[in-house]
Structures are given as structure tokens and as C-alpha cells.
DNA sequence: CATGAATGAGTCTTCATTCAT
DNA sequence: TATGAATGAAGACTCATTCAT
């Protein structure tokens, strides 16, 4: 979009570029950026050398359409989730995080990389996170205003540090747990309810955490 | 683990070799690890081209003892944290953690620039989580164990999300806070103690969450 | 067998490999392995540096590409060698021999000033002369049953030296003489079927070197 | 000799050289000359990277004082050889030049290597070369003279034949035959003999090859 | 559009040689 | 003399990008 990219303009050609692009995220995703040559990414297409010029300017445009594709889906599966919604709403909410981005660990890693040189990704990524800090910040700022919240957190700060735990946890911890802890998603939810001290929508005129359900001594 | 150097035999080499880590630090964090040539760091380092050489057989491996002068450092700063103590004592780790991350960010990154392609830092990067990983966990367990932690979590899976949330947050949203966020420490050490649910030592018979002071509704 | 090579696919790249061995034997030849650079054979072929490598990996590979034709050309004006023929064939043969090898003698002294540190060439040589070895120990063999060579001479020791004469001859000694001596080849034919005791065909039955045309004493 | 070298003043200085030169040998004989790093000598010999050049100017010149070394061993060896001597003196100069050749032909294969591109030592092995063909072709002139060698032949044509088969036998052909023929001198006697036509002393007079015992028909 | 050959700037890396101690 | 650190010229090789067909 951003990217100097030439469009198609037949359907071959859509399809020749449809192909790159997901012969890219393969290769990169197995070789990482600087290790992928652009020949790779004509073979894995199945394309000649030249080809790829035919559609992208630079390795640099191939990997952000790559990364366009990406953030499409990825908006998509989020798009969904109502933050707006009481504290179930938490879980349905963190589900599509991790799963999104558990899928997407892999190419959001090589634009990482390529980010800590080329200031276009890391701005790209800074706006990916910084949306998404924006819409959690006011989600629990709104909580805080509803009294389901803890009032001494910083609306921000938590945000950013929660935002950071999904994250994280989708990207590296993951592949610790063995074999993908599926407690995983409802651990995290659990963690950033209690971590704010939300309370159930019906009781938010309660003081948080006064449910004896919270497993400790039973 | 000590990575294919040449280790110098009098004073004079020693001094060279570590203003070359010096110099390759400085100079990594500058310009990320793919756009960094040995010239550069021989020039910052004030010493012809071909001296990096000498005590160093490739790129990687500059970044490796750089790395690891890195760790060593890190593990200095973290070593001290007593883990074993009660709840205030998080606090203090989270501070440490806070400060060693925030301080050793630019490098890590580039180190994870690196461990897309190259397997080798890949593992560093891996060993260091997973020994802090193993630390919080042991942790976790046992304050469970003595009833001051939600019986719930899953202890692995909730120390992997913990230490995501340190490390993301020293990471990437430090940066957006307006010129570091002075409460991060503190609102990261509220969120990690309420996430488990923590007690203080002295209350550990009581139910967690109990007392009104944690600022809701005062 | 065929080196690390890429093939060409139009017509324009055979045109370009062709021209490339050819100007990489014509430089090999003039400076020797360890004195060429790829940009001498690149200028001499009239192609840019980095095309070298389009059709080569490596300079080694360039050179046993130029010598794969150099052996095809030998086997070729040798091939005909019928070796199996009486007396006067190896007047025919020697011909042959020492017009090919006076030829290559050339690259074929590079490859051996590379075969001294790179096994690969020396195994190609090995095999080169073992098989030469191999014919001329058959033919020594075969004669000494018709009963036309000497008996007391082993055929493998016998025919190694023979070869070793031709071969040495043709490299090193050919450069004394007054401009190639003309009488080379007629004086290596006499001194290998003397050194036989070889009778002509049809004198097979009767003792070798009874003639008193060898011109001693006249 | 002749290469730019330093003498050692002191015993300490003489030892030094010595080691440096067998070192060189050593590291020569089992890398080539390329691919032999002055370091490598060094440390072969014991002694500081630096110490090899209180010796010698360049590499060059290492390999120049080791070859000067052989070269005296070998003149000394084959030195006695009375090549003015009739027949059965051949045996005897055959016998000490495969020796002295198969000895040293490591270490000549590597000269050759560099002579492919530095003349200092192609002219030392033409020197070499040349200065054993003028002795053997005086020989054969002689021999002819005498009426013990077929007229018909070339002396220095032969010589260079003959010179040949030597040198060229113990080079390569040795390592072919079953653990080193024990018959190989033998054999090139014989050849040598019998090629040249050459009677015993005392049977000037007499057409050579009249005798029977040639081997064939008994 | 597709192809694949050609280009050449850019770097790493080597190592003979020099030099301060 | 010996040491080992420093130098820097030299060259192989890579690969993004261009271009003729």
C-alpha cells in the first residue's frame, strides 16, 4: 500500500504477485530476512529471477507486502473483539491475541529484525502496538470509571505492560511450555483480570476479589 | 560459550581487545548488526581494519563476546535478587530487572536481530529466559505452596507470562510513556503481586485481597 | 565430475560460458593459478566481474571446468591411439602424445601447481595417468606374450616409466632444445622400442634386435 | 645463498634458523606453498609468529633456504656418481637418483608449484635440470664415441628422454606401483640400458645387443 | 509479462609484513 | 633475539538490481 509495489494488471499478474507474496513469507519465515536472497523467493514461487522486479522494487517492498497481507488478517481476527464488554469479555479478547498472534510469531520476528535497521518497519510496528495500547488503555481507563478496576494503576503503564505480557508470551514463552500449554490463553486471562482486579459486570459495585473462587485456600 | 576468540597474551592486547567489544557495542546499538561492517568497529575502536582480527575470527563472534560481556553484567545486577523472600521482595527484583532490561535493550535487540538467522544466538537468548523462567517458576510454586499465591496457575505457564510482561515492557512500551514512565516499576510490581493474588508474609493465613487498601473505591 | 558449475539456458549464456573458459585458460596460462585473479579472467573474457560467478562458484571450479575441456580435447586426439597394433603404432602413438601434451602442457602445469594443495585436481591427474598407465601396461603385457618384448622387464614398472618419459619429456625438456627439436618424437619412438627390445610385427618370431640397421657401427 | 636472508650470529640464532628451515619443510610438504601461512611455519618450529622474519625477508625466501638445503643434500647424494664409468655404473647412478628423487619430491613438487609463477625458482629447477642433462648427454656423446651406444640417437634429445623417465618415475609412478616396486630401479636400468643400445666395457667392439640374455626366448 | 544473463558496488576475510616492547 | 600486536593491501565472493530478449 505504503510500499512502492505495481500493481497487476491481469489476472496472471495477480496471480504471479499473490504467489510472491506468500513464497516470501515462507522463505522469510524460514530464512529470516537478511539470509533470503531474492532468488529465493522467485524458486519457492516457482518464478525466474527478474519476475519478482516485476511487482516489487526492493526486498524491502516484498517483505512489507508480506507484512500488509499480514496485518490485514490480522486486524480481521481482532477486529472483532468488543473491548468494550465486561470481563468475559477479557478472555474472548486475549483467545484472539494469542492465537493471532501465535500464527503470526513467526514473520512478525524477521520484521523485527529488520526493524532494529530500517526506521519504515519499526514505524510500522510502533503503530501496530501503539493502536492497540490505545484501545486497551481506554478500555481499562473506562473500567477504572466503572469501579471495576484497581484505581491506583496507571492507565497506560498497565496497558502497556499487559499488552506486553500477551505479547511476549505468544512470541517466545510459548515454545517452552510443552507442547503449547493449552492453559496457556486461560492462564493470561486470568492473570490480567486479577493483575487489574476486575470484577464481574453485575458486581461492580463490589470491591474486586471478594469471591472465594479464586482457588487460594479454597 | 566463550566464542571463537583469540585471547590476548599481554596487557596491550587485552586493552585493544576491549575497547573493540566497547567499540562494537556502541556501534551495534547504532546501527543494528546486518548494517554494522568490521571497518566501523575497527574506526570507533581507533584501530586499523584488520585488528579486529586478531581477536576475532568473524562478525557473529564480536557479537558473541559483546554478548556475553553483556551477560555477565546482567546476571551481576540480577544475581543479587533474593527470590526467595517475601513479597516486598518483588518489588526489588522487578526494579533490578527493570533497570538491567532497560539499560541492555538496544543490544538484546540486535541480538535478536541476529537469532532470526543465526541458531547459535537463537540459543543464548533461549538459555537466558529459560533460566530466569525456571527461577520464577521455582518461586511461584512454593509461595503457592505456602498459600500466599493463587492455587490456580499454573506455575510455569504464569512465570513465562510474568517475565514476558517484565521483558516486553522493558522492551518496547518504555519508549512510548512520555520519557519513561517513572511509575513503571511500581505499577509493573502491583500487576505482578496482583496477578498472583500475593500476600504479604505476615497475612499468609489470610485470604488474599481482603484488605480494602488496594485503592479501589478506597 | 562436472564441477560446481551453473549451465547456461540461452543461447547468450553458452556464448558466455564458452568465452570465460576460454579467457580463464589463456590467463591461467599466462600467471598461473595462485596470480590470477577473478577480474583478470572476467577482463579477459570481456564480462563484468560478478559474471564469472553466474556460471562458477569458485575459482577452483573455473579452472576444473578449463581442464575438463583440455581432457575431453586430449582423450579425444588420443582416442584414436591403436594401441593394440604392432611396432610402428607406437610411433603413431607417441606422435599423438607428445603433440597433445606439448599443447597442454601449459594448463596442465597449473593444474599440478594447484593439485599440490587441492586434492581434487591431483585426483583428477591420478586418474588421468592411471589410466594411460593401465593401456600401456595391457599393450607391454600383450607384446611380451607375442613373444616381442623382453620378458625380464615388469609390465606395470616398465610401462609407468615409458609414460613418465613421454610426459616429462613433453613438459620440461622439450623447452632446451633448440626450438622444439623436430627429432623429439622420432628419437622417444626408438628409445621405448629399444628399450623393449621390440621387433616388428612380422620378425615376431625370431630374437629381438638382431638387425644391424640400428645404426651402431653401421 | 642467494635468497635475502639473515645469518644468525649467535648458536641461539643458528638453532633458530635450523628449526625454522626443517619446520618449513615440514609445513611445505604437507600444505604446498600457498596455502602455507608464515604463522604456520612458526608455530610448526616452536617460536613466535614475528621470528621467522629476524630470518627471512618474505616466504619466498623461507622456501628458497629449504630448497638451497635439499639441493645440497641431493648434489652430495648423487655427487659420486662417475657417470664417465661403463655400463654397470648406470645401475649405480639410476640407483641414487630415484633415491635422492623419491626422497625429496615432495618438497620439489611444492618448488614447482611456486616456479609456476615466480621465475626465481623456475630457473632454479631449469639450473638443476639443465646441469644433470649436460652431464648425462656428455655421457651418451661419449658412450657413442666409444661405439657402445646406437649412433642413431640424439644425445641431448636422449638425455632429456632419459632424464625424464628418472625424474618423471619417481615422482608419480612410484606411488602407483604396489608399495613401492622394489623393482622399480631395476627395471629403469634396464630400460635406460638397453634404450641407449649400451655393451659392457669390455664388449666396445661387439654390435650391442647381441647377447642372449636378454630375457626374451630365453 | 516473464526470463535469465549481466552488472558492479559492497564487505568480509586473509595474511604477509612491520614494529614496539 | 624473541614476541605478539598492528597494519593494510588484496581479492574472493555475494546479491540486489537492471536490462535485453
Known sequence: MTAATREPRTDRGRRTRDSLISAARTVFER???AATRMGDIAAEAGVSHGTVYTYFDTKEDVLEATLQQLIDHL???IGGANLTDPMDQIANANERY???????????RVVEEVSVTDARFSAILDDLRRSHLRRVTAQIRRQQREGRVHHDLD???TAAALCAMVEGFS???TAFGSTQDPNGQATLTLLWQRALGLTPADS???TPHQEGSDGIHR
Open 155 to 157: 492507565p497506560q503503564t
Open 98 to 108: 494469542l492465537g493471532a498472534f501465535a500464527e503470526n510469531a513467526p514473520l512478525l
Open 171 to 173: 512470541r517466545h514463552w
Open 75 to 77: 486486524l480481521e481476527s
Open 204 to 206: 461492580a459495585t463490589t
Open 31 to 33: 530464512q529470516g530476512f
